[in-house]
T-cell receptor, first 114, second 115 residues
Framework: DAGVTQSPTHLIKTRGQHVTLRCSPISGHKSVSWYQQVLGQGPQFIFQYYEKEERGRGNFPDRFSARQFPNYSSELNVNALLLGDSALYLC?????????????FGSGTRLTVV | AQSVAQPEDQVNVAEGNPLTVKCTYSVSGNPYLFWYVQYPNRGLQFLLKYITGDNLVKGSYGFEAEFNKSQTSFHLKKPSALVSDSALYFCAVRDDKAAGNKLTFGGGTRVLVKP
């Protein structure tokens, strides 16, 4: 079985631009969570989606948005990019509750804003 | 609110020696605790978790962790470290009173195992 797939693996954007990151969870996993990992720090929670509904939102500005599709894949959108948005963006899928089923993380998308 | 602290940025250990990576937490209710490992340019890999029950939890690759409620700690241990254990280790917590799947991660501890 394929693991969690994220695309693209790397990208470079200019300040003020918009970016869309994509995640395909493990087959059968209904929950997708997004984390931002700035270099030298631990991952920070951005969003969780379960069955296409938002189940949690971290302390991020409204420039960050996400959605989940009927096939459980997900997109993370970031508008008006800032230099500080440069980070590794991680997608984590879970069948349901993380405490019962755990997370499986993708390898991430490395976003560089210049 | 839930939070995690990893007091050591880096731990150096000789191959074959015991390895300990420290973690303390703060939650309103009861903690669910996790350890993950990250290799360069990769996502996080699950090592072990504590939900309830026995305070000593055994995980992948010979790692174990001890839950200590009075000290609010969940230190990761391995009796005999390997060079291949060199990586970045993250402790994470979720309060049992919280909804959803949000985990709060510590800042990470880099482990360097020298031959």
């Amino acid at each position: 079985d394929a693991g969690v797939t994220q695309s693209p693996t790397h990208l470079i954007k200019t300040r003020g631009q918009h970016v869309t990151l994509r995640c395909s969870p493990i087959s059968g996993h209904k929950s997708v969570s997004w984390y931002q990992q700035v270099l030298g720090q631990g991952p920070q929670f951005i969003f969780q989606y379960y069955e296409k509904e938002e189940r949690g939102r971290g302390n991020f500005p409204d420039r960050f948005s996400a959605r989940q599709f009927p096939n459980y894949s997900s997109e993370l959108n970031v508008n008006a990019l800032l230099l500080g948005d440069s980070a590794l963006y991680l997608c984590a899928s879970s069948y349901d509750r993380v405490v019962d089923y755990g997370y499986t993380f993708g390898s991430g998308t490395r976003l560089t804003v210049v | 609110a839930q939070s995690v602290a990893q007091p050591e940025d880096q731990v150096n250990v000789a191959e074959g020696n015991p390895l300990t990576v420290k973690c303390t937490y703060s939650v309103s209710g009861n903690p669910y605790l996790f350890w993950y490992v990250q290799y360069p340019n990769r996502g996080l890999q699950f090592l072990l978790k504590y939900i309830t029950g026995d305070n000593l939890v055994k995980g992948s690759y010979g790692f174990e962790a001890e839950f200590n409620k009075s000290q609010t700690s969940f230190h990761l241990k391995k009796p005999s470290a390997l060079v291949s254990d060199s990586a970045l280790y993250f402790c994470a917590v979720r309060d049992d009173k919280a909804a959803g799947n949000k985990l709060t991660f510590g800042g990470g501890t880099r482990v360097l195992v020298k031959p």
